[in-house]
């Protein structure tokens, strides 16, 4: 595996990727994240456990943290009166070379402070974006930003752009990544202000742009690369999720309400265990925070343990290919735009 | 049925109500459009067909217009250029009182533009919203702007909530309609510059307001009335029914590859007909233009038979409960900022 150029990428160590893990982080923590801390282990993934005196690890490494950041915490004065907490000790050992990555699902908006503050930008990065594996019909895609960046601006969406495609080469294996913008219409003038400057600039720089992409598409496989602010991606994301929820949920109710239904309901079972394998958001598990100069992956809130164990590997993937140190020594020589 | 106030109200006259139907508009015109309009007919609605000479109109009532509104036409250009097209006409025809709403499957924008010279804002209206109804699972509720504004300000959004709630009132029949801001966090402090701002606006007004919604409970039922800028709920809405579409097709791909699922999947057949159904957006049709002196009703560019004769009976239902009088009346006494 090629190192990254002259900068220092924490993490991007030889051997087996040793991932830090915010055992409090999330709804279900500890006992989900430390489940799938173990079953990610079996895997050959070193994980290194950050949490409370006494927690019950099962033979894996503990670092022994004093505090919590809570989901309701206003991030960035959490993480700076934090520094004992878990989420804030797990970033400090990859910053220190100790750890590969770092993984939380805890407070997104805490993973983002901990992560300028601790890891820092990759230089020339303006802002670093959450970018989400999407299980498109078509293949795995990635959609980004979808939340560090609520208000972005066009040249923050040109990066988005950049670093969303050699994620999609470097993690999802695609030699020449279509981007499109995520839009209200296809055509070029379809948009709101942020959209057509965006395009515009999009449309000038060498990516492999191919237009706007309607949100119709998201799930069927829209392009390999779907960028947009944070809000908009937030908001695409969880609707995404929101409704494969209640479509799956409905149909069984609606199978479940007759006799008939409910012996065709058992006919059907393993296809539809297919289908919501496949569409669980548990299958990737986590997202990653592209732009800094170590890897940090973000788990949903409610992580189970099989979101938990399958974004550890989501992690691992990102140490083996050295995503971070990629993004440094290759953003440049794309001519992405530099922060000033 | 009470008339509004001062404001003259085109179309808000007695007795059956007469729909201005734009026999072009959409890209399964004209067929479509006149077997939907013909269904209409049958519950007692009076549809007059705009479009051109020579028209099978079946016996419906035809006004021969002279051209056609492209979709790919800049909208407010071609309403200029075109006072003779099926979808202009169609406008003029509910401004002098010969129809009581208007409905074309075509050009949003073209509706938009024609809306806004030959309708014109309601006194008070800042800005015109395209409102639709979702189906969600606890109930019908209202998703607003889905398209009109592609950039929105926060006294825009307050505006659209006072029309939301009473469009929920009126159409969806609902009492006290509870009203929420689309969002990325249930907190009021998740949001970008847009929503952080109209959050407050519609905190410190008299509304039913119970805060932000999440766009992942936007098809189980987030709040009666959600409110959006343009460009967010043209995103949400698209996806809502993209996903829906993609899910159902992936399942019953999924169910056909096995023999064991075929059997399956003609037991269940009734049950995901049912979830089909409800879920389908022919089910409504259209969509509302909010805020004009007159009812204009936006259906799909690809509807169906089905989905224009609904939208046929959605216009009719927003002519009976004299939707645009009700705003006219109702905007002022609940306290909604003027615009100047």
Request: glycine residues 12%; hydrophobic residues 45%.
């Amino acid at each position: 595996m090629p190192r990254s150029g002259p900068t220092r990428i924490a993490g991007a160590g030889q051997g087996r990727p040793r991932i830090a893990v915010d055992a409090l982080g999330g709804d279900r923590a500890p006992n989900e994240i430390v489940a799938g801390a173990l079953d990610a282990a079996e895997d050959g993934i070193e994980v290194i456990l950050f949490g409370p005196v006494g927690l019950e690890t099962h033979g894996l490494e503990l670092v022994e943290t004093t505090a919590e950041i809570e989901m309701d915490e206003k991030p960035a004065e959490a993480v700076r009166a934090k520094p004992g907490s878990s989420l804030v000790e797990a970033h400090r050992a990859v910053a220190a070379g100790r750890a590969d990555a770092v993984l939380s699902a805890g407070n997104t908006g805490a993973m983002l402070a901990a992560g300028l503050l601790h890891l820092r930008r990759l230089p020339g990065v303006l802002r670093p974006a959450i970018a989400v594996p999407i299980p498109a019909q078509r293949g795995p895609s990635v959609l980004l930003d979808v939340g560090a960046n609520a208000d972005a601006r066009p040249d923050h969406l040109l990066q988005f752009a950049h670093m969303g495609a050699i994620f999609a080469e470097e993690i999802l294996g695609l030699a020449r990544p279509e981007v499109r913008l995520l839009s209200i219409g296809e055509e070029p003038e379809k948009g709101n202000q942020l959209t057509l400057e965006a395009h515009a600039l999009l449309a000038a720089n060498g990516l492999g742009f191919a237009g706007n992409a309607e949100s119709r598409d998201l799930l069927a496989g829209a392009a390999d690369v779907v960028v947009c602010d944070g809000f908009t991606g937030n908001i695409a994301l969880k609707l995404l999720e929101g409704t494969i929820k209640t479509i799956l949920d409905s149909l069984r109710a609606e199978i479940t309400a007759t006799s008939r239904g409910k012996l065709g309901g058992l006919l059907i079972r393993p296809a539809a265990r297919r289908l919501r394998m496949r569409l669980d958001p548990d299958t990737y598990g986590g997202a990653y925070l592209l732009g800094l100069r170590g890897l940090s992956v973000i788990a949903h809130g409610n992580s189970s343990r099989r979101a938990i164990a399958n974004a550890i590997r989501l992690a691992a993937r990102g140490v083996d290919h050295d995503v971070a140190g990629r993004l440094a020594s290759r953003l440049p020589e794309r001519g992405s735009p530099a922060a000033v």
